[in-house]
């Protein structure tokens, strides 16, 4: 078939509404609303981490904050990333520090990517898991005895380094 004949077929196709069908039936399916109120959707191994720029891929690691005079999205593939941008940026952003600000980490055992729990990083205990980037914590709302809290994550994953 030509190209013009293409278009033709294909200008047709469209004025009956046959390529707007599928695409609408994909797009109504398309909601926010398996996430938590003010956390903006994660486009899994599509969006990257604002620190590493790994891909985000593994939901058992993920976090988001959000916060700052326009509202701004800052995505992280690894609870670590999460800490290290916040002690690397806490000067420029100084809004980090305030109660608006959100911040959201994804439980390990979240049974699938529909069905995400997610925790406020610094009310939540963490586990040893490996991870994306090799900070090895992982935010799990059943806390085994061997549990730390997000400081003493925080400091244990400050002085590893990286």
């Not at 940026?89 to 109660?99: D, H, L, S, V």
């Amino acid at each position: 078939m030509c190209d013009q004949h293409r278009r033709q077929f294909i200008g047709r196709l469209a004025k009956g509404g046959l390529l707007l069908t599928p695409l609408a039936a994909a797009l109504s399916g398309c909601t926010d609303d398996k996430w938590p109120e003010g956390m903006k959707s994660i486009i899994w191994d599509r969006d990257t981490c604002v620190r590493c720029n790994m891909a985000i891929s593994d939901r058992r690691f993920a976090a988001e904050l959000r916060g700052g005079p326009k509202d701004t999205v800052f995505k992280f593939d690894d609870p670590g990333c999460l800490v290290f941008w916040l002690e690397e940026k806490r000067e420029r952003f100084p809004w980090m520090a305030e109660a608006a600000t959100r911040m959201w980490v994804a439980d390990y055992n979240s049974k699938s990517r529909d069905e995400m729990i997610w925790h406020d990083p610094r009310k939540v205990r963490y586990i040893t898991r490996t991870s994306p980037m090799g900070y090895n914590y992982a935010a799990a709302a059943d806390s085994a005895t061997d549990s730390v809290s997000f400081e003493e994550m925080r400091q244990q994953t400050l002085a590893k380094g990286k």
